[in-house]
């Protein structure tokens, strides 16, 4: 009897842990979205997200101290938001919401390259800027979380394969904005 108690204890304790499990999953089979920056031509990758088909998701971050490494599920809201744009059913390019930034406006970057592959093996990927993109799709895309507490040494991420991709469909794209630091005091008029 006691035996019985102690499992029934065991199993109730479990579901109640269980009920913040994920519910809703990706449609897609992968989702990668990288932000970088191009240096002396050469895009180096700052932050690198990598989504699987069950929504656990990995965060490589370049940090001043070095590359943070985080891995996490994603909630039923962010999946759902992923899943409204990253479905195959239209084209990313189509989230493009304007191909030049407003008269004043500067881009001081990171360019992004978001990369998804369907189960049936279809994929999409697209090069852009931020600004220039839907609410929805930047929406969808802000999953930054703070990182864990340790760190490895480096102050690159480092994925040639990724790497050539990027910059492949960067040149497809031939609107991005130039990236510019933003104006100094001395630059403003008053």
Request: net charge positive; aromatic share 12%.
């Amino acid at each position: 009897m006691k035996l019985i108690k102690v499992v029934l204890a065991c199993f109730v304790m479990f579901s109640a842990f269980n009920t913040n499990a994920q519910s809703t999953k990706p449609v897609f089979r992968s989702l990668t979205h990288v932000l970088y920056q191009v240096e002396s031509g050469k895009i180096i990758i700052k932050q690198l997200f990598d989504i699987d088909s069950v929504g656990n998701t990995r965060l490589q971050c370049v940090w001043p101290r070095g590359i943070s490494d985080t891995t996490y599920l994603l909630a039923d809201e962010k999946v759902a938001l992923l899943n409204s744009i990253f479905n195959d059913s239209k084209p990313l390019e189509d989230f493009v919401a304007r191909r030049r930034l407003k008269a004043g406006e500067h881009f001081p970057g990171p360019y992004e390259y978001v990369k998804y592959v369907m189960p049936n093996g279809k994929t999409g990927e697209l090069t852009f800027a931020a600004p220039l993109m839907a609410d929805n799709f930047n929406r969808a895309l802000d999953l930054f979380i703070f990182a864990g507490k340790s760190f490895r040494d480096g102050d690159v991420i480092e994925n040639a394969e990724l790497i050539r991709q990027a910059e492949l469909s960067q040149k497809k794209i031939t609107y991005l904005p130039k990236i510019e630091p933003p104006p100094t005091v001395k630059d403003l008029r008053f």
